[in-house]
């Protein structure tokens, strides 16, 4: 065996051998990776493409992939609701193109009560789990095991299963179709995740600077939010983006929490444009590229935090 | 008598023990208040549904009827079918999610210029919402404007539109495949950042002691992978039940009820049969068989931690 390499590398066979093998690995690779990222993307692409077309086009057999006639009159429409002359009523003429779309073109105020949303229970949950999570990582108190198993135990009953108590509860409350109503809930089903994730997080940080802290004369308090919360910041902006994210996805509770728009939130909306046979696709695509774009953008800013911090709670 | 005493000093005590037994619960205090409103009382509440009479057509008649709401659904050869339609469908997607999550974790662990493209690219489809990936994948499979029969058309495969929500089995895959593009991002990061931590020694011996490929990944990679592996496998059969809002967009359950999971089950038969008792009954089952999953899953876990 160790014969024959000599050989075949003294008559330059290997090195041309190993080039090829490399070469082909490279393509190999490559090949795959393009069908991975056409699989992952793809669908999202489309959805982008069919936004600068209009329902006319977008029903030709077989689909522009190039749009014929690219148009931002979706655009206009959906965010300034004054339809532009593509979508104007010509009497007499039978055409695609001006469907009337009263979900999709609700997709603007929708974003902000979204947003509203979301944001509130980023910033109640980074507070409530950090708070939580600090105490069961660092403190030792009566309780404690069991209030953190209780805490980790909630993560597991089902949405679908306290659907018809929730409902009950926010009714009672006087809450239904309102933001907070939908905060409370969101909350609920966020903060397992975060304090385990935090509680976590805090163990893998050394207690030193803290303890130096503690004895200049430091409160527990202060001394989390003037040592440890800086420390710990990038933990802070993955759980923060996680509520955030979870909040702005959440469908199940807010279809049956909220009645109108004062509270309606993306998904809401968006689903009702997308189970309506007689939708105009076009807006309606529209509305959807409006609503992936900001947790795109969300997850491509934190990516660093976000990986980094589940490498951290997964790779040990 | 005088331990209970004891304890009432720390409590209230200005000792530093007391201070820090004040200031611990203070800081769990918020969260527990939000869990219990939105958890413990639920599901008291949910339990003392599942045992009266409650449907919404006949209101102010609640009787208690004991097991009859179980009995009912026991009975009832919708709910079996469903239960077996959650079981494909989980078994379905948990061996795709994982598959191609560790093959893709594998390629990106790879030195070569596309995996730094393809680490960002693959966040997409997680951070896109469910619903939104459901109503993408809604239109891309549709009989009308769908791009998938676009394609196949372009290509020469079909020579009209095919209706994938029409039949059962596309249906289901279409849900599959829709589920899988959503969860398999997520099983690939963590698989890779656990790919990250095996050290590239072990590679290197196992390569002298003259071990090929597949030994290598049994051998190394595998057990390295385990652990994260069945935190995978927990989420992702956890999924499995409480799909619902994918149901919901993509197929509504049909056609006849080829793709009604539990979780959309337990939906229409409280929101469209008003049945709240029995509907109550049916989300106790549900949660209970998650709990016991969990369980399950949990003690695996463990011994697993114990074996690493």
């Known amino acids: ?22 070469l082909l690995r490279r ?22 493409d069919a936004s600068f077309q209009l329902d006319n086009e977008l029903f030709s ?32 003429e039978v055409r695609m193109g001006h469907k009337a779309s009263g979900e999709a ?39 404690r095991g069991l209030a953190f198993n209780f805490v980790m135990f909630t993560r597991l009953i089902p949405p679908i299963a306290v659907a018809i108590p929730f409902f009950v509860i926010i009714d009672r409350l006087g809450l239904l179709d309102t933001y907070l109503a939908l905060i409370l809930v969101y909350l609920a089903f966020t903060l397992p995740f975060t304090i385990w994730f935090m509680t976590k997080y805090f163990d893998f940080m050394p207690p030193d600077l803290e303890d130096a802290a503690l004895v200049d004369g430091c409160t527990r308090l202060q001394c989390l939010l003037k040592v440890v919360v800086p420390v710990v910041a990038p933990g802070i902006a993955a759980t923060g983006a996680f509520a955030f994210m979870n909040a702005y996805s959440e469908f199940l509770f807010a279809v049956f929490l909220t009645k109108t728009m004062a509270a309606k939130t993306v998904p809401v909306v968006l689903t009702a444009a997308a189970i309506n046979y007689d939708v105009s696709y076009a807006l309606a695509s529209t509305a959807v590229v409006l609503a992936i774009v900001p947790p795109i953008l969300f997850a491509l800013v934190f990516r660093n935090y976000i990986t980094s911090s589940l490498s951290m709670a997964f790779g040990k | 008598m005088a331990v209970t005493s004891k304890k009432r000093v720390w409590l209230f005590s200005a000792t530093a023990a007391g201070r820090r037994h004040i200031y611990a619960y203070l800081s769990i205090l918020p969260a527990l208040l939000v869990l219990i409103l ?28 004991g097991m009859r709401n179980f009995t009912e659904l026991a009975k009832n050869p919708g709910l079996l079918r469903s239960f077996q339609t959650t079981a494909e469908f989980t078994v379905v997607t948990v061996l795709f999610t994982i598959g191609l999550g ?76 829709a589920r899988v593009w959503k969860d398999v991002p997520l099983a690939a990061i963590l698989l890779l950042a656990t790919l990250q931590v095996i050290p590239p020694e072990l590679y290197d011996a196992a390569k002298i002691d003259g071990c090929g490929a597949w030994a290598a990944f049994r051998f190394i990679t595998f057990p390295f992978l385990r652990p994260t592996l069945t935190v995978l496998l927990i989420l992702q059969t956890l999924i499995g039940l409480i799909t619902f809002d994918l149901v919901y967009v993509m197929t509504g359950g049909g056609p006849a009820d080829a793709t009604t999971l539990v979780a959309w089950y337990t939906y229409t038969e409280i929101f469209t049969h008003l049945n709240l008792g029995r509907g109550a009954a049916l989300a106790f089952i549900v949660a209970l068989i998650t709990l016991v999953l969990a369980v399950f899953y949990f003690m695996a876990l463990r011994s697993e931690e114990m074996y690493a």
């Open chain 1, 1 to 22: 065996m160790a014969a024959k390499a000599t050989v075949r590398s003294l008559l330059g066979q290997e090195k041309h051998g190993a080039k090829r093998r490399v």
């Open chain 1, 27 to 48: 393509l190999f690779l490559y090949g795959v990776s393009l069908v991975l990222a056409f699989w992952l993307i793809g669908p999202v692409l489309w959805i982008v």
């Open chain 1, 61 to 92: 057999i077989p689909p522009h992939w190039i749009p014929h006639n690219p148009t931002l009159d979706n655009y206009i429409y959906v965010i300034t609701r004054v339809p532009p002359p593509a979508y104007d009523f010509k009497p007499g």
């Open chain 1, 105 to 143: 073109l609700a997709a603007i105020p929708a974003l902000k009560n979204s947003f509203i949303v979301s944001t509130a229970t980023m910033a109640l949950n980074v507070v409530i789990s950090v708070l939580a999570a600090y105490a069961f990582s660092r403190l030792k108190f009566r309780g």
């Open chain 2, 38 to 65: 939105f958890t413990v009382y639920p599901v008291l509440y949910n339990l003392n549904l599942a045992f009266h009479k409650n449907v919404l057509t006949a209101p102010g008649q609640h009787p208690f009827v």
């Open chain 2, 102 to 177: 560790i093959l893709i974790a594998l390629l990106l662990n790879e030195q070569f210029f596309g995996a730094k493209a393809l680490q960002v690219i693959i966040l997409i489809p997680w951070a896109i919402p469910v619903v939104m990936a459901g109503i993408i994948w809604r239109w891309m499979f549709a009989g009308n404007v769908g791009v998938v029969n676009g394609l196949l058309y372009s290509l020469g495969f079909i020579d009209k539109y095919y209706s994938f929500f029409g039949n059962p089995v596309t249906a289901k895959a279409a849900l599959v495949i």
